[in-house]
C-alpha cells in the first residue's frame, strides 16, 4: 500500500489559498495480485485507488483595486503617474472550502482456456464527485424551483440543503462500470482448412530418394543415390504479402514461391 500527498500554495495579490491542513492532495493506492487454485488458472489482481484534493480559497479586494496597462502613455507606471487606470475591481470577501474526492476500483484475471487461447477480462468502477464546499456556500440553477433554505432567494437559484440537491450541486453518477475483455487465438494451422486460411495457400510436398548398391568384388562396393525434392514440381506458394506499406498492388497477394523440384545424384565407392 502505498500513500503520496503534497501541499502547495497558490493566488496572486488577491487570491491566495491558506496552506493548513486544507490544501492537500492526498493519494492512496492499493494492489492486490492474488495466486490463484488449480480450480481457476490464471492470475487475478485488484486495486483500490482514492484521491482527495482540499482547497481553501480566500478572495478579498475590499477596498478596490486599479489597474493600469500603459493603455494612455504606452508605460503602465507612467499611467499609474497620470492617474489613468485601465480598470476598476471591488469585491466583497469569501471564503470556500473545496473538496474533490475520487475513488476508483478495478479487478482482472487472465485465464488460459487451452494452449491455443487466452482470456483476459476485468472490471472497473469510478466515483467522481464534483466539487463540493464543507460549509454548503455553493449555488446552483434550477428552472422554477424556489429555494427552502433561502426563502427570499430569486427563483431558479437553489443551495445545497434544498430537496434534490446535493452538496455538490450536480448529481453524483454511481454506475461509472468500465468492463473489458480480450482474448489471444493461436489456431493450429499447420495444414488443412484453417491452415490455408492462416498461413497461406498451404504446402503439398513429395521427396522421394533411390539408392543402389553394386558389389564389384567382395571388397568393393559402388553406392548410386539418387533425390528428387518436390518430386512432382508442384508450386509451393509462399505466404501473402503482410506488409501493409507494400500498397494494394503487393499487401495480401502472393508472390513468391518455394524452389521447384531439385533433383541430385551421387556416387560413393567402397573397399
Known sequence: MT???????????????????LDSRNFYAYD???LSGADIPGSAIGAFHWNQDNLRILSAADD???????????FDFADFLIGAPFGYNQSMGGALDQRAPYLGLYTQDTWQAKPSLTLNYGLRWELTPFWHDTENRLI?????????VFPDAPTGIVFPGDPGIPDTIAPTHYTNFAPRIGLAYSPDAQGGFL????GGPGINNFDMAMVKDVHLTESMALEIRGEFFNTFNHAQFLTPNGNISAGPSAFGFVTNAAN????????????
Open 195 to 198: 491452415g490455408k486460411l492462416f
Open 64 to 74: 478596490g483595486t486599479f489597474s493600469f496597462n500603459g493603455t494612455e502613455t504606452g
Open 32 to 34: 492486490l495480485t492474488s
Open 140 to 148: 446552483g440553477m434550477v428552472p422554477g424551483k424556489q429555494s427552502v
Open 3 to 21: 500513500k503520496s500527498g503534497g501541499n502547495q500554495i497558490h493566488g496572486d495579490a488577491f487570491e491566495f489559498v491558506r496552506n493548513t491542513s
Open 260 to 271: 521447384p523440384r531439385i533433383g541430385q545424384l551421387a556416387a560413393k565407392f567402397l573397399f
